[in-house]
C-alpha cells in the first residue's frame, strides 16, 4: 500500500512540474511572438491576412 502512495505522489509531482514549466515557456513565447491574430483579423480572414485569397468566395458574411 506504501508503494501505490509513493507513486500518486511521485505522478502528482510530475504532472505539477511538467503544468507549471510548460505554462512558463508558452507565457514567454505568447509575450514574443502572440499566438491570437488579432480582432480585425480575425473578422478579415486569416486565410486573406496570411495567404492573400478568400478560401471561400462564395461564402457571404452577415456583418
Known sequence: MLAIVEQI???VVVAIFAFV???IVLFIINKLIPFRAADDVQVEGLD???VGVEAYPEFKRAI
Open 48 to 50: 486573406v491576412n496570411e
Open 9 to 11: 505522489k511521485g505522478i
Open 21 to 23: 514549466s510548460s505554462y
